[in-house]
């Protein structure tokens, strides 16, 4: 066996950073899913799920900066793997929290949250295309990537409409009050659709230095 055959089994073997990616962003996607389904149906068993999986989706993000922090050579640019990781991890932080300020603010799902969950979760699922393509097909990447993207502009849209909807309603202090707090929790996700789109820059960044 040659050496340089040797080193490349030898580097397939140790580098797992790429399942590890490729890890975090089902387990984000796996969140967003069960936040779409508590959006039609707010039972806690659903709240739970997303908790749950936001902790798993965590300890996964641990391990790869393990890695990172061990690992004197990466498959690529390792500021690239944290920042793509980092954005990744976001985007179901800011649904944890969704799910976790509806249940103490007691607000129930709208139509234009679950909208823009239903987006979220779309654009998160073109997030996990494209890191799954990151190792064998670098090209497909831009793709995704761009979907994402442009299904981050669509929540921002319906963001916007929500915003504008509510601040024309409110009749009476306790309606104000409903107000701002429905308000935090459309933040929480268009910080998520801005996380999606950041995710999506360093998939794209990545696949052109790759390809």
């Known amino acids: 066996m040659g050496f340089s055959k040797f080193l490349d089994i030898f580097q397939k073997r ?16 796996q969140g967003m ?8 149906s707010p039972e806690i068993s659903l709240a739970k799920e997303v908790t749950r999986l936001e902790g798993e989706a965590d300890e996964v993000r641990r391990e790869l900066i393990q890695e990172l922090n061990r690992s004197f050579v990466t498959p690529i640019d390792r500021e690239d793997i944290f920042s793509l990781s980092r954005a990744v991890d976001d985007i179901l932080d800011y649904g944890y929290m969704t799910v976790n300020e509806m249940l103490t603010l007691d607000i129930s799902p709208n139509d234009y949250l679950a909208s823009m969950v239903i987006t979220l ?25 761009s979907k994402a ?5 669509e929540v921002e849209l319906i963001y916007h409409k929500a915003i504008s909807k509510l601040f024309t309603e409110a009749k009476d202090i306790d309606e104000v009050l409903y107000i701002l707090k429905l308000r935090e929790i459309y933040r929480h996700l268009s910080n998520a659709a801005d ?15 790759i390809t």
Request: a positive charge.
């Open 14 to 29: 140790k580098d797992p950073f790429f399942e590890l990616l490729i890890k975090q962003s089902e387990k984000t996607l």
């Open 33 to 40: 899913t069960a936040l779409e389904l508590f959006m039609k």
């Open 121 to 145: 979760k779309e654009a998160t699922s073109e997030i996990n295309m494209a890191t799954l393509q990151l190792r064998n097909k670098p090209q497909d990447v831009l793709a995704h990537a």
């Open 149 to 153: 993207k442009k299904l981050e502009n």
């Open 195 to 209: 996380r999606v789109d950041v995710a999506g820059n360093s998939l794209s960044d990545i696949a052109v230095k």
